[in-house]
């Protein structure tokens, strides 16, 4: 059974750091594409970024360029994504997914027939 779980989600201020994960089970994740997308309140579904099993090749939105990193350990079967210099529009509830397809083609938009984690709130506030 594919199954995602996020975490280390949290409260933070402005200008902060926060790493989240993405632990998977029931495949073995550096085989396939992993993508983070967050949702604020009022807002659509976005793709954050993405991280192909292809070369390790990965994608940023413009938005969190330069501030957010995606990276796998493969031992540990979990997807990171180290987000500094948090800004305030950056609250959301984060969402990892896969398709279980190995490129990242489908990133920015939502893959298709994709698992998805339940997400972890992240809130950048003084």
């Known amino acids: 059974q594919v199954q995602l779980v996020e975490s280390g989600g949290g409260l933070v201020q402005p200008g902060g750091s926060l790493r989240l994960s993405c632990a998977a089970s029931?495949?073995?994740?550096?085989?396939?594409?992993i993508g983070w997308f967050r949702q604020a309140p009022g807002k659509e579904r976005e793709g954050v970024s993405c991280?192909?099993?292809?070369?390790?090749?990965?994608y940023y939105a413009d938005s969190v360029k330069g501030r957010f990193t995606i990276s796998r350990d493969n031992a540990k079967n979990t997807v990171y994504l180290q987000m500094n210099s948090l800004k305030p529009e950056d609250t959301a509830v984060y969402y990892c997914?896969?398709?279980?397809?190995?490129?990242?083609?489908?990133?920015?938009?939502?893959?298709?027939?994709?698992?998805w984690g339940q997400g972890t709130q992240v809130t950048v506030s003084s």
């Open positions: 997914a896969t398709d279980l397809s190995v490129s990242c083609s489908w990133y920015p938009l939502d893959p298709l027939e994709g698992y």
């Open positions: 029931g495949f073995t994740l550096d085989y396939y594409a």
């Open positions: 991280i192909s099993s292809i070369n390790g090749n990965t």
